[in-house]
């Protein structure tokens, strides 16, 4: 059975910073690309940003390019996200998302349940 649990969200000041975490289960990690994805209170779910299942290659929203990095370890089944410079514009749940392929290619086809982020002073 997959399984994506992330962690690490919770409170935090506008310009500071945080690291998501999501650990994997259930399937050959290191054969797929994992994205992160979130949802602002009462908007829609936004796509954050992608890896491939090799690390080398990665893509940015531009609402959070140059504050987030994307990262994962093959070894230890975990996909990061450290989130810098945060803004209360970037408040929501996040998700991590599996691909259905090694590139992002294909669509997200298991979901975590999310971990709330808040951006406040």
């Known amino acids: 059975e997959v399984q994506l649990v992330e962690s690490g969200g919770g409170l935090v000041q506008p310009g500071g910073s945080l690291r998501l975490s999501c650990a994997a289960s259930?399937?050959?990690?290191?054969?797929?690309?994992m994205s992160w994805v979130r949802q602002a209170p009462g908007k829609g779910l936004e796509w954050v940003s992608a890896?491939?299942?090799?690390?080398?290659?990665?893509s940015y929203a531009d609402s959070v390019k140059g504050r987030f990095t994307i990262s994962r370890d093959n070894a230890k089944n975990t996909l990061y996200l450290q989130m810098n410079s945060l803004k209360p514009e970037d408040t929501a749940v996040y998700y991590c998302?599996?691909?259905?392929?090694?590139?992002?290619?294909?669509?997200?086809?298991?979901w975590g349940k999310g971990t709330l982020v808040t951006v406040s002073s």
């Open positions: 998302a599996k691909y259905g392929d090694p590139h992002w290619y294909y669509g997200m086809d298991y």
């Open positions: 259930g399937f050959t990690f290191s054969s797929y690309a």
């Open positions: 890896i491939n299942s090799g690390g080398g290659s990665t």
